[in-house]
């Protein structure tokens, strides 16, 4: 039985959440966001509580769907009430970013900027020039685009120059030394 499947998750004031043939559609202040659930795992909205359980045990991995499951629409209802965001620092000599309207910019010590356009739903800010946030409703693609964004420059371990999330420690490794 799954733990994390068996928790209920809270709707949030001006939350909604409908299903419609295994299609859930969650909307919000911030956007509406839908997801196809697995026939295997059934949804039931009471008030302003979700419950997820399952309706068809013969799989293999209908536990693992079941967490998943929940795990994914909990995603969602914060994601169209709060939001998500990541951070990310650039560190290097003369790199920096902008943002020109829906276009994130990089110099990021490469012979020309480099140009990343805002998936539909993400938006770039730049609070200042050596940080960037990729802010939107849907988790994982607040998350895949702040990855993409990332591997423009992975960190070298000497200086650690590059692209890092705000949380991510980096590792220093020890440079070359004089001869005796």
């Known amino acids: 039985m799954s733990r994390i499947g068996n928790k209920p998750i809270t709707l949030p004031a001006g939350v909604t959440l409908t299903i419609d043939d295994g299609l859930v559609t969650v909307k919000g202040a911030k956007g509406t966001l839908s997801r196809h659930v697995d026939k295997c795992i059934g949804v039931k909205v009471e008030g302003a509580t979700v419950t997820l359980n399952i309706v068809d ?11 998943l499951y929940r795990a994914l629409l909990a995603n969602m209802v914060k994601g169209v009430s709060e939001g ?14 902008t943002v020109n309207g ?3 910019v990089l110099n990021i010590g490469y012979s020309h900027p480099i ?12 609070p200042s020039q050596t940080e960037v946030v ?4 849907d ?5 895949q685009t702040a990855a993409n964004i990332k591997a423009k420059r992975p960190v070298e371990p000497y200086h650690a120059y590059g692209v890092r999330y705000k949380e991510e420690a980096v590792v220093l490794k020890e440079g070359k030394k004089a001869g005796k």
């Open 84 to 97: 998500f965001s990541r951070n990310l620092i650039i560190n290097g000599v003369g790199y920096k970013a």
């Open 102 to 104: 829906d276009k994130l």
């Open 57 to 67: 045990a013969s799989e293999d991995d209908v536990q693992a769907k079941h967490g």
């Open 115 to 126: 140009e990343v356009v805002a998936p539909q739903g993400i938006s770039f800010s730049c």
């Open 139 to 143: 988790k994982e693609l607040v998350g």
């Open 134 to 137: 990729v802010s939107g409703i």
